[in-house]
């Protein structure tokens, strides 16, 4: 295991090479979990920050008129432009969700991200900028690392030749989501935990919230 610190966007970069076709149980609940929640709704505009590889863009693609998908890695949007780059309503562009978003005020009906925010050391940036770029009544979706995970010590990881390398990560616990969801102007639609099957008599693998954007 690697005991050198990284950064998290050169560690999505190298990863970026193998992220797709890696085992990763997390990263396989949290596509079943995206079309469970928002498979039957429709949306008119839609912003995935954190997009990575593409593996819920197809799936957005199918729900939204138009999607505008971010990354701040390089290496990740390269491959999903190489996967979904024809689809005619996804725009590929790079950005950091941490620093306000390349998009218009109320300029989107749904906003989603996923695995994402355990990098993030601060959330009220993402929770402000979700708000600015959301319509009034408009959905921010989020699947997360469970903190129960997080509290064992599990992180992002992956293999680099034979060395484990884990991605730096930040705890938020449940209550800090629905604390600055509230101070932005969010209210909780639903909450749920998730696990695979033979995660059962474990700790959940994730949390998924839906948050509206109330008027102010």
């Known amino acids: 295991m690697s005991n050198n610190p990284i ?6 970069n190298e990863w970026s090479q193998t992220y797709d076709s890696d085992k990763n149980a997390t990263r396989d609940l949290d596509q079943v979990v995206i ?3 928002l498979g039957e ?4 505009s839609i912003i995935e920050i954190g997009c990575g590889s593409g593996k819920n863009t197809v799936f957005l693609s199918q729900l939204g008129g138009r999607v505008s998908a971010f990354d701040f890695s390089e290496g990740m949007l390269t491959k999903a432009k190489e996967k979904l780059g024809k689809i005619p309503n996804v725009i590929f562009s790079v ?3 941490t620093k306000p978003w390349p998009c218009a005020e109320q300029s989107a009906n749904l906003v989603t991200c996923n695995l994402v925010l355990e990098h993030v050391e601060e959330l ?4 402000s900028e979700a708000a600015r770029t959301l319509v009034n009544g408009g959905w921010f979706f989020i699947c997360e690392l469970h903190p129960f995970r997080q509290y064992q010590g599990i992180v992002a990881n992956y ?7 884990q991605i730096p990560a930040f705890v938020h616990h449940i209550s800090d989501f629905l604390g600055v969801a509230q101070k932005s102007s969010f209210v909780l639609k639903q909450l749920q935990e998730w696990w695979r099957e033979k995660d059962q008599g474990k700790p959940p693998r994730l949390v998924s919230f839906l948050f509206e954007k109330t008027v102010k």
Request: charge should be negative; glycine fraction near 4%; avoid cysteine.
């Open 7 to 12: 950064n998290i966007q050169d560690a999505y």
């Open 35 to 37: 079309r469970r929640v």
């Open 41 to 44: 709704f429709r949306f008119e």
């Open 95 to 97: 950005a950091d969700i």
């Open 124 to 127: 009220s940036v993402v929770f």
């Open 159 to 165: 293999y680099n030749g034979d060395q484990i390398i």
